[in-house]
């Protein structure tokens, strides 16, 4: 019922509204109000039940405004989110973070050219467009590469995506530059995912990962719990630091999984925090 009124509202604001400005506006705000619903539940199940329908209305307001950047972002985010949450199914998860991020790329097209034609160009010509981004271009710049990096994510069997890894860093670290604090430090959760991934019998330098961790815990103030997890995952386990893993995950189980913008992704934090722990003696 709640969301048959909601496509009722957007039908309404649409027939009733002779303003482009008004309906730009109020379709932002629910779709906004969309995404917080979503990231604000702590109920898996019902976000899950719930999801497929957000999509499909992300997708109505993006068919009638199909340049709002800010309506692409939101669409992307959403699909972002669903498909680390609640996906599976391989073929599945490689569809929908395709979606998540040509939505993020119609964005980079419209708000950011330069950066958008020099994507498929070497590492060494997409710098200096990357070092002339200016801070009010980041939120877009972090939201393509939030994108990127889901994508890649689901793609590791997938040679070309993998090779795109140094370019995604690249972006990370200039949105890093920008303002390390934007988003609770989440530029440095990427990287230190990224940079956990080669152990330093084979040239890695887990050591580097461990330092952006670090970081993002610092930066989130304990409020993203997904941090504990993913650094307890991919850090801890490269290295076989069991101590420190299991710290880690303890930390997590016993905080407030209750925190605005956070409340899912600590959810799903406290599950897999569970999860990781029930295997620690067994993997070390």
Known sequence: MYMTRLFLISFLLISLSGCASIIGSATQRMADNLSLAMLNQNDLDIVKAGSPAYLIMIDSL???????????????????SYTTAFVEDEDRSKRLAEKSLSFAHRALCIDLKNLCQKLDSKLDEIQPVLNSIKKKQQPLLFAYASAWAGWIQVNTDDWNAIAQIP????????????????????????LGVLASQIPPSLGGKPEQGQAYFEKALSLSEGKNLMVNVLYAEHYTRLVFDQNLHDQLLKTVLAANQSEPGFTLINTLAKKRASELLAESTEYF
């Not at 370019?167 to 959760?189: F, H, I, P, Q």
């Open 62 to 80: 993006i068919e009638g405004d199909p340049d709002n950047v800010s309506l692409l972002l939101s669409g992307s985010k959403l699909y972002g």
């Open 167 to 190: 370019k995604l860093t690249a972006m990370l670290k200039r949105s890093v530059e920008l303002d390390e604090n934007y988003d609770n430090g989440s530029a440095y959760l990427y």
